[in-house]
């Protein structure tokens, strides 16, 4: 393909990865989870098609075709393969794991979808894991409706941490919580 540079054919790469990390989502959706301009995610998706990593119905959903034996994805992203897993590892020194959001105020500063990829390359490669902690949080109604029949409610968080493989049975981010006992455990 001669008319693809390495940024187009890494920008498919990245939208091929995405696509196959959740097959559930069509092209528009995948469009949403990154941060470029227009024509660097449709540039980048129509050589992915060329590329025959993929193919778009007429109803936007993606059929997966031939996909890269090695994944490039770029420098930033070659980066950062680096970097979370040697951060995360200073965390677990200190006994702590990171939360998924803490992650995303971590990683502001990288595109949303090369932290998507990472994370999931990782956990893939067996360099990252991450499990689920639910936590209970009981909402009593206040006296007003408490005449009217309320009765307290309860509402289950989900929280997704992140941590190195030989640390996820230790499950560190449980300790941020107030009440261990009201914790359901998950793998994520």
């Known amino acids: 393909m001669e008319n693809l540079n390495k940024r187009m054919i890494e920008n498919a790469q990245k939208i091929a990865f995405i696509a196959k990390t959740y097959p559930e989502k069509n092209i528009v959706e995948i469009s949403q989870l990154f941060q470029t301009s227009p024509i660097e995610f ?11 990593y993929f193919t778009v119905a ?28 040697y951060a995360i590892a200073k965390l677990n020194a200190e006994q702590a794991d990171i939360e998924e959001e803490y992650l995303g105020n971590w990683t502001a500063g990288f595109p949303a979808q ?17 499990y689920e902690v639910k936590n209970e949080t009981v ?17 289950v968080d989900t929280y997704t941490f992140y941590t190195l493989p030989e640390n996820v049975d230790k499950r560190w981010g449980e300790k941020q919580f107030e009440d261990p006992e009201k914790l359901q455990k998950a793998e994520a």
Not at 42 to 52: F, I, M, S, Y
């Open 139 to 155: 909402i009593s109604p206040n006296r007003e409706q408490r005449r009217k029949g309320a009765k307290p409610e309860i509402v």
């Open 114 to 130: 090369d932290v998507i990829i990472v994370t999931k390359l990782l956990i893939e490669q067996g360099k990252l894991a991450s």
């Open 42 to 52: 449709n540039a980048g998706a129509w050589a992915a098609q060329d590329l025959g």
């Open 58 to 85: 007429p109803d936007n959903s993606v059929k997966l075709g031939d996909l890269p034996e090695e994944w490039n994805f770029g420098e930033l992203t070659e980066h950062l393969l680096v970097e979370l897993p």
